[in-house]
């Protein structure tokens, strides 16, 4: 942890009472940001995934994660739903299929690097960082594990290393950010033998989800998630049956989650600046009507003993 | 005139006899609309471009010209051939096929390379091969309901 | 000389410690009075949680937290922060309405109130540190990284800044008990400045609390889940203080009689009663909110689901009739009557604290209602913690002058 001498004085500033406020303004100039232009996603194409699991093997091996105790190539994994862990940042879940019970549907899980990520804004310490080229990364150097991240996660995604006594920290998928900046692509997608799962700049991807949709509307239902949810994710979904059918939630609103703080956090200067007039005032007003009664009371016994 | 007759009969001849040994086993002549010749220049093909974790898949071109319903099926690049089957054009002799072949088939990797990420919705040689191979083989029950069937079907386990 | 000194030194330290810490007594008379059945229960208690909390440095948190991934807070928050910081704005609530609004009769209840405040505050944090993964950086959002757009970036500033503001502000009472009459010159000089610092941090992050949980639209119960949520945590936490003055005074007063004065005991019926009538107040404004709230999230259909019949169970059960109740007892000026309600308004408030942070989030995952029961170590480590909390305020209570007047700085 290195302190330097910039951070230490807009620390100290943010300790004088006038910077408190200045924090959540900025805070909240920043709801026009629409994400970086050019920033890559991922589009899981689910009518195309056969449920080998080589995503989960190959993301098992670029990020060095411990071998898990059952094998990529066993199939029984299939019969509980999953979620990323910390030694996993990617799942495979098997549902079944309604409409061809013979080909049950594959479901990969793993981050889906929101556009204005929930986990973000949840996070007290700025640990996290939706990063220009797309990946929302974590740094567990800032990170105290209050776990209010994966509380605001509207996908279950952060996952927690509950078993550590020193170094705890959150796990989930990086997007395989090292690799993009080498120019090479997330080890799931080089894995993936169909290209279910394909990499590249969300706006294409938008586009090759909705050609895709068009030029072939009986294998696909009209919706492409990820483009609106949660004010849109980098990850993009189409699939041959309804959302809901795949665990996925269909309620969230279309604005980002940091939208139902904003409001909140704008009230946070006005407190600042007029609760101590208002309290200030009545605290005057209520000494003042103290020390005027006694005053009073003390008139009129001098005024009783008189007999004016 | 005659001699010309002679010539075609002891090629067919010929072709008859070689053609179980570079079909393979597999070759199921007269389940499929290759069935009249049975003739298939490219055999087996061995697709090794995954050879450092896998075997190279042995691939049997000729079987699956048999079961084909045309050669756009796999070869979409090919698409005058959609209405006929590969054998209205191809029965001819292995030479022929070759000729044929050179102006109107194009080998998978010779477009389909390493994943693009300018061009997403552009397969790889991978997504090509396995995309091709899953419009049959997913209705076939051997793909996509146990991982296992990756390597029991077409990827031996490399050894070691 | 020297010699000497260092003699009369260490004697009076030995006086101070005896007179101090040990009331007065010897070593082995306050051994001996030590042992009664509350303490000999709080030692069992501690005996299993706090070994507890050892070994979490040894096996991580799943040792003491029943947390999972998809369950990140159990009842360490649920219970410590949730509940914790609203039933502790009794420092805030009572030193605003004694210092700035000139309620000079509840002098007699004001550093009782400030005490429970700074208390409740202070083991919140240690709830808090004990759910963390690395509690050894605590301080980091104040000094290693600004996560300003954070709800919980705000909750940790204000409670790092009012847990100082309130301990400044019960300084006056340490200071008496160390006869350190220059020192609480200045502390008393300041009083002023920190109520109002504290009514600000206190609006603001009572209702972050509840703010917390707007980040999670999607997870949260419809019928607890309302843009009004910092509103109601803020509203509550008023009518929490008030009914957990009348708790800690009650308690303080039956247990600890021998400790208070004239002063205490003689006013506490009568401002009871005057606690009670502003609780009830409290109470019927935040009802008002909640069904404003309830009309506005048009959520009245799930009235009819188990959920709903849970919400209408908090909202009848406590939340209205605790105000009835307390209404009848003011009306009848039945101080046994008041006392009751201040309990159920208070145990109103930690069940709605724990149905937003525990029973509405994750409602929709299978099995939710299995999950979110804690286990044994879980529970013990909070019995824990819940007892050392109990232990310091009666350590506090018999040695600083706070339910009686100490003479000389009267």
Redesign the interface.
């Known amino acids: 942890?290195s302190?330097d001498r910039r951070q230490f004085l807009?620390?100290v500033s943010?300790l004088t009472g006038s910077a408190v406020l200045g924090?959540?303004t900025?805070?909240l100039a920043?709801g026009e940001f629409h994400g970086w232009p050019d920033r890559?996603g991922m589009?899981t194409d689910f009518t195309?995934c056969?449920?080998?699991?080589s995503c989960e093997k190959a993301c098992n091996e670029v990020n060095h994660l411990p071998q898990p105790e059952v094998p990529?190539?066993?199939?029984s994994v299939f019969d509980t739903q999953r979620?990323?862990?910390?030694h996993a940042y990617t799942v495979v879940n098997r549902y079944e299929n309604t409409g061809d019970p013979?080909?049950?549907i594959?479901r990969k899980v793993q981050c889906n690097h929101c556009n204005e990520p929930?986990c973000?804004?949840?996070?007290?310490?700025?640990?996290y960082t939706k990063t220009p080229e797309g990946p929302v990364l974590y740094n567990e150097n800032?990170?105290?594990?209050?776990?209010?991240c994966?509380?605001?996660c509207?996908f279950?995604v952060?996952?927690?290393?509950?078993?550590?006594?020193?170094?705890?920290?959150i796990v989930k998928c990086v997007m395989c950010y090292d690799r993009i900046r080498e120019g090479k692509?997330p080890g799931c997608?080089?894995a993936?033998?169909?290209?279910s799962v394909?990499?590249?700049?969300r706006s294409?991807?938008l586009k090759?989800a909705a050609?895709?949709i068009a030029k072939d509307p009986e294998r696909y239902i009209d919706h492409i998630y990820g483009e609106r949810e949660a004010g849109g994710t980098g990850w993009l979904y189409i699939s041959g049956v309804p959302f809901e059918q795949l665990g996925f939630?269909t309620?969230?609103?279309e604005k980002p989650?940091?939208e139902?703080?904003k409001?909140?956090?704008s009230s946070?200067p006005v407190?600042?600046t007029v609760?101590?007039a208002l309290?200030?005032s009545?605290?005057a007003a209520?000494?003042h009507?103290?020390a005027y009664t006694r005053e009073e009371m003390q008139h009129q016994s001098k005024e009783g003993g008189k007999e004016k | 005139m005659k001699k010309i007759v002679f010539c075609l009969m002891a090629i067919c001849l010929v072709l008859l006899l070689v053609q179980p040994l570079c079909a393979g086993s597999d070759s199921n002549a007269g389940a499929g609309p290759a069935a009249p010749s049975g003739v298939s220049a490219p055999g087996t093909i061995l697709l090794d471009s995954l050879s450092r974790i896998y075997e190279p898949v042995n691939f049997n071109h000729d079987m699956h010209t048999s079961v084909a319903e045309h050669c756009s099926q796999c070869h979409h690049e090919h698409p005058s051939a959609k209405e006929v089957t590969c054998t209205e054009c191809h029965s001819i002799t292995a030479t022929d096929f070759r000729r044929s072949a050179k102006t109107g088939f194009i080998a998978c990797r010779s477009c389909h390379a390493a994943i693009d990420p300018a061009q997403p919705g552009f397969p790889g040689l991978k997504a090509a091969y396995h995309r091709t191979c899953f419009q049959c083989h997913r209705d076939m029950g051997d793909v996509g309901l146990d991982p296992l069937s990756c390597s029991m079907k077409c990827h031996a386990k490399k050894k070691g | 000389m020297n010699h000497n000194t260092t003699i009369t030194k260490r004697d009076d330290f030995q006086a101070w410690f005896l007179n101090k810490l040990l009331m007065g007594m010897t070593w082995p008379e306050y051994m001996r009075q030590m042992i009664t059945p509350f303490n000999v229960a709080a030692a069992i208690i501690l005996s299993v949680g706090l070994p507890l909390m050892g070994l979490r440095y040894i096996h991580g948190l799943e040792v003491v937290t029943d947390a999972s991934n998809e369950y990140p807070w159990g009842l360490f928050l649920g219970w410590g922060l949730f509940a914790g910081v609203p039933l502790s704005a009794t420092g805030f609530v009572m030193a605003t309405a004694y210092y700035i609004f000139g309620f000079k009769r509840y002098k007699p209840l004001v550093r009782l109130a400030v005490l429970a405040g700074f208390l409740g505050y202070f083991f919140a944090v240690i709830y808090l540190m004990t759910d963390l993964g690395r509690p050894w950086r605590i301080y980091y959002p104040m000094f290693v990284g600004f996560g300003t757009a954070s709800v919980l970036f705000l909750v940790a500033w204000h409670v790092a800044t009012y847990l100082t503001v309130q301990f400044l502000e019960f300084s006056p009472a340490i200071l008496e008990w160390l006869e350190a009459g220059r020192t609480r010159k200045w502390a008393v000089m300041i009083t002023i400045a920190m109520t109002i610092a504290g009514i600000i941090l206190s609006t603001l992050h009572q209702s972050a609390l509840g703010a917390l949980f707007l980040l999670a639209p999607a997870k949260m119960h419809p019928l607890w889940y309302t843009s009004y949520l910092p509103t109601l945590f803020l509203a509550s936490s008023i009518y929490a203080a008030l009914g957990m003055v009348i708790v800690v005074s009650t308690l303080s007063a039956v247990f600890l009689k021998k400790r208070a004065d004239d002063h205490f005991l003689g006013n506490l019926n009568e401002l009871t009663i005057g606690l009670g009538k502003g609780t009830s107040i409290g109470i019927l404004v935040y009802l008002a909110l909640k069904l404003v709230s309830l009309a506005h999230g048009d959520a009245w259909g799930l009235l009819g689901t188990p959920y709903g019949h849970w919400y209408l169970v908090e909202i009848l059960g406590f939340v209205l009739l605790p105000a009835l109740i307390l209404a009848v007892g003011v009306k009848k000026a039945s101080v046994g009557l008041v006392r009751f309600g201040g309990f159920h308004a208070v145990i109103g408030v930690i069940l709605n604290r724990i149905n937003v942070s525990m029973v509405a989030f994750n409602w929709k995952l299978p099995d939710h209602i299995h999950d979110i029961i804690p286990h044994w170590q879980e529970t013990a480590v909070v019995l824990s913690i819940f007892t050392l909390h109990i232990l310091v305020f009666r350590w506090i209570l018999v040695r600083m002058p706070v339910i009686y007047q100490d003479q000389g700085f009267k």
């Open positions: 942890m302190l807009k620390t943010v924090p959540y900025s805070a920043s890559y589009l195309e056969v449920g080998c699991r990529f190539d066993d199939k979620r990323p862990t910390a013979g080909k049950p594959y929930a973000a804004s949840a996070c007290p310490i700025h640990a800032l990170c105290f594990g209050c776990r209010y994966m509380i605001a509207p279950y952060p996952a927690y290393d509950y078993a550590s006594a020193f170094e705890p920290r692509i997608a080089e993936c033998p169909t290209q394909t990499f590249g700049k294409d991807l090759l050609e895709k939630s309620d969230l609103p989650m940091v139902e703080v409001g909140f956090l946070v407190v600042f609760w101590p309290f200030g009545i605290y209520s000494r009507h103290e």
